[in-house]
């Protein structure tokens, strides 16, 4: 299974960082500048359309100081599929950032859910009942913290 860096260009910050950004006051308090310590960036790759470079990032505040990534090979983004494996998450008690997913090949697909792990959350569990819906083809759980991408 590749990478999911190498797929989405994630990080997560810590509050010093962000207030380095000098962000306008209304992004600050949308953010919720004052009550999180710890923001998750992501965003997926893009190719410039037309010669015009852009990106779209995505912030999203949290208290955890970890954020974990669900990566899950599937052979196509169903619907029904991308259903089971986030009903799953939620029975697990895992607080759900965000979620993403992208194809590589015709029958090689990619499913990411984001989330941190209140303390109770057992990861292990998960990735097990992740595991066992019949259209999965493999489970790997890693996680972000401030200082970048680190597989488990």
């Known amino acids: 299974m590749d990478k999911f860096p190498d797929i989405f260009n994630c990080k997560l910050y810590n509050k010093e960082d962000i207030l ?7 992004i ?19 190719e410039s359309h037309e010669g015009h470079k852009h990106i779209h990032l995505s912030v999203f505040p949290t208290k955890y100081s970890l954020i974990n990534v669900l990566e899950v090979e599937i052979s196509t983004l169903n619907p029904k599929i991308i259903e089971k494996i986030l ?7 895992f607080d759900i950032i965000t979620s993403t997913g992208t194809c590589k090949t015709k029958n090689v697909c990619y499913f990411g859910i984001f989330f941190s792990k209140p303390a109770e959350a057992d ?11 019949n259209e999965v083809k493999n489970v790997k759980i890693s996680n972000y913290t401030c200082d970048g991408y680190c597989a488990e």
């Open 20 to 26: 380095k950004w000098e962000l306008p006051e209304k």
């Open 28 to 46: 600050k308090q949308k953010l919720g500048i004052d009550k999180y310590n710890y923001f998750f960036l992501a965003t997926p790759k893009e």
């Open 87 to 93: 009903k799953t998450v939620v029975k697990h008690k």
């Open 123 to 133: 990861i292990e569990s998960l990735q097990s009942d992740v595991s066992k819906i």
